[in-house]
């Protein structure tokens, strides 16, 4: 999948909200998977969920709706410096 994401709208949005925790941009809970592996000083940690029980209340083609799925994968590495 490609595509692109242009922030202009979606920038003027965020700072038209005053309180964000008031807002309800975001509404439902996120089920996610979390493996975190630390070995010989270095840190992994592998993150996914399928975001179906979150609706996001943003701009239009960045809304997502409660139910629908959408897949968020995170890998992230910390190695020790020498």
Not at 27 to 38: A, E, P, Q, R, T
Not at 50 to 71: A, C, F, H, M
């Amino acid at each position: 999948m490609t595509g692109a994401f242009d922030s202009s709208e979606f920038v003027k949005w965020l700072f038209k909200i005053r309180n964000p925790y008031e807002s309800n941009t975001f509404k439902g809970s996120v089920d996610y998977k979390l493996d975190i592996n630390f070995q010989s000083n270095d840190l992994s940690v592998l993150g996914y969920s399928d975001l179906v029980r979150l609706g996001i209340d943003i701009p239009q083609i960045y809304t997502k709706t409660s139910g629908e799925k959408s897949n968020l994968f995170l890998d992230y590495k910390l190695k020790e410096e020498s």
